[in-house]
């Protein structure tokens, strides 16, 4: 039975066998905990190298930032591919390249603040085909029923990520030294590699491990085609549509706000609560912990629904309104804490709320345009990406302008409860591009 994972051995004995497409769903988890986790490295790194370097504010929300600079020319770009070459080979390229670039940065920020830059600039190029690859390969391995929760589980190894790297960079650091957790994650970055070239095809139906009962399951929970055309979508087309603008709003103000989080939480404990650096790796990394778990049983939630039959439309507009209004309304509170452990609180319970969106506007790519969610991923997330620039550099000078934290999250408040109000107008479920 394929849902109980249970088949008849040779002597009748029952064995356990695990379907492929939850291998790959687990190979996806840990590639995005990987994604993640060299990125935090140097939102923790940073500290101590701010210290040494006698870096600002200011200069620091560049440093965080220049990792962006790459990555918003790459997704559209690694969407493209995806959808032209299949996940396997893109996600495998963007892993050796981002994992190189993780391995250079100590070099890198030990030699100038230009050579820092580009290799930061380097390592987002590398590392933005991750999220569009991770989406198509979803897309091709799971029924529409079980798509929100492969999503949850990918997107849960995902803000694992922060946790890791947020609680293993500063022991190394303290024991080896500021270049200790960069290598250390370079060699987990060429482990996966070698388990992905084994285990994951860009399709179900080119692994030779796949079963066939499985491989008709996935089929018939399709509801479009899955073959490769390897046609572009016209991008006046494109933009052409409402739907479409839905989705780009709520990439822009999910990123604008998780890339806020992501940067500047450690600093914020810092300097808010002047609480050290491990002290404030703990409080910043138990939102994203939590964020993990509320992020996949959103996923079920959603694919419950849909089972239920409730309309998919009305399901991504309940889900992407929990991730919207609810960081909104913790992020206002979050500006009146008065204790390290009260905005740990408001932070878990932002990031928490703001996972919902995974199985809103993230999976609604692949439901109105499934030939060329790649593209679209590609879009929407380099628009995105220009507000995760803007809020990170932006954040910088806000605090050193104002000398605190609590103007710029009301901005982001705000923006979170604006975007819900488009989204709920124009977003829907159906599909729009054949």
């Not at 497409?21 to 190979?27: D, G, I, Q």
């Not at 179900?204 to 046609?231: D, F």
């Not at 913790?330 to 804490?337: E, I, K, T, W």
Request: overall charge positive.
């Amino acid at each position: 039975m394929e849902k109980g994972m249970l088949m008849r051995g040779r002597a009748g004995e029952p064995k356990i066998t695990v379907p492929e497409r939850f291998k790959v769903v687990t190979l996806l988890a840990l590639v995005m905990c990987l994604c993640n986790a060299d990125r935090v490295v140097m939102s923790v790194a940073i500290v101590p190298l701010a210290a040494e370097h006698g870096w600002s504010n200011s200069f620091l929300g560049i440093v965080q930032s220049s990792f962006l600079w790459g990555y918003v020319f790459s997704s559209v770009i690694g969407g493209v591919l995806v959808d032209r070459y299949g996940g396997k080979k893109v996600m495998a390229c963007g892993v050796a390249l981002w994992s190189l670039a993780t391995l250079l940065t100590p070099w890198a920020a030990t030699h100038s603040t230009l050579s820092l830059l580009a290799v930061r600039a380097f390592f987002g190029l590398a590392e933005g085909v991750a999220l569009p690859a991770m989406s198509t390969l979803v897309s091709r391995w799971f029924p529409i029923n079980e798509r929100a929760s492969a999503v949850g589980i990918s997107m849960a190894g995902f803000h694992l990520g922060n946790v890791t790297g947020l609680l293993v960079t500063p022991i190394v650091i303290s024991s080896i030294g500021i270049s200790g957790p960069f290598v250390l994650f370079t060699s987990l970055g060429l482990l996966w590699l070698t388990m992905w070239g084994y285990g994951a095809t860009s399709d179900p139906r080119e692994s030779h491990l796949i079963s066939q009962s499985e491989l008709r399951l996935i089929q018939a929970g399709k509801t479009e085609s899955s073959v490769r055309n390897g046609k572009f979508l016209p991008l006046r087309l494109l933009l052409s549509k409402l739907p479409t603008w839905a989705i780009i709003f709520a990439n822009i103000t999910n990123n604008w706000g998780y890339f806020v989080l992501l940067s500047w939480m450690p600093v914020y404990f810092k300097s808010v609560f002047d609480i050290n650096l491990k002290q404030a790796a703990w409080f910043s990394a138990a939102p994203w912990g939590m964020m993990a778990i509320s992020g996949y049983i959103a996923g079920v939630v959603s694919d419950y629904l849909i089972k239920a039959g409730y309309p998919l439309t009305l399901v991504r507009k309940i889900m992407q309104s929990i991730g919207f209004i609810g960081p909104g309304v913790s992020l206002l509170c979050l500006n009146h804490a008065k204790t390290p452990v009260a905005a740990a609180m408001f932070l878990t319970a932002a990031l928490s709320l703001s996972s919902f969106s995974q199985a809103g506007f993230l999976l609604n790519m692949q439901d109105i345009a499934p030939e060329y969610a790649g593209f679209l991923h590609g879009i929407s997330n380099s628009a995105g990406t220009l507000a995760a620039i803007v809020s990170t550099i932006g954040t910088g000078y806000f605090v050193q302008w104002l000398g605190s934290f609590q103007a710029f999250l009301t901005v982001t408040a705000l923006l979170y409860f604006a975007t819900t109000i488009f989204w709920n107008a124009f977003a829907t479920g159906e599909r729009v591009f054949l």
